[in-house]
């Protein structure tokens, strides 16, 4: 494969199995780069990225500028809480005049499903969903599948439980795109509560208690509980939440075999994950971290070379 088949990474249910293939084993030579005692390559040095965060992110806006300047691109970073949007500026208005300073590429957080969209069909620009609300976390995604491979290899056949706050979870929906596109057989486990109506109709299985979730699974990515996103309660007290879905150490080793432990951060610690499972040797959740520059100079290095 000599390019992506899109010039923007909207979601994963754009990318073809072969496009995923293609960024992870970029990603792969990214990784061999960061790690170098010179972790910096000129591929995207003519290159200009602005980072517009309409949310809070710590991860996921840190790794993207980390991505950008380990390949040289000139970076601009746009928070929204200290801009003209305050002062009523429209989302395309404040992005045409970020471009108009000549930038290349825009990498977005969006607390609207949708606005990625929206904004790669009315600029010129590349544009990266860096998050957008309930619907698609695509980057998060391609890091968790290649922490995944790197743990056990192809993925065609494997067991993925995702378990927690599904109805209210974008890392959800792009991990069951992506891990379904390689081949994997995905779980979603959580609260009747917390799972999207007809989930099951995106070829996923569902269960409601989370031991037989861990017994059958290969790996467990865990989900945090979105309560900014709760306008409604959806189970009594986070104690009870915890009492019968959160993982603690017993629990795993209760298991007959070894599994992966995932979250995309921010744990709650006490909530979905006790910190005995969190800092233990099941979990790559660091690793994930560390994964997430490698597979995002991957994606824009792929990005800026599709020709329009
Ligand atoms: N995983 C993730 O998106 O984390 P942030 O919200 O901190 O970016």
Redesign the pocket.
Known sequence: MSQLSTRHLLGIKDLTEADIQFILETAENFKEVINRPIKKVPSLRDITIANIFFE??????LSFELAEKRLSADVVNFSSSNSSVKKGETLVDTVNNILSMKVDMVVMRHSSPGAPHFLARNVKANIVNA?DGTHE?PT?ALLDAFSMREKLGDLQGKKIAIIGDILHSR?ALSNIFCLQKLGAEVMVCGPITLLPKHIERLGVKVELDVRKALAWCDVANVLRIQLERQQIKYFPSLREYSLYYGINKKMLEELDKEIVVMH???INRGVELASDVADSDHAIILQQVENGVAVRMAVLYLLAAVKA
């Open positions: 809070n992110s710590t991860r996921t806006r998050g976390h998060q890392v995309p951060g921010p």
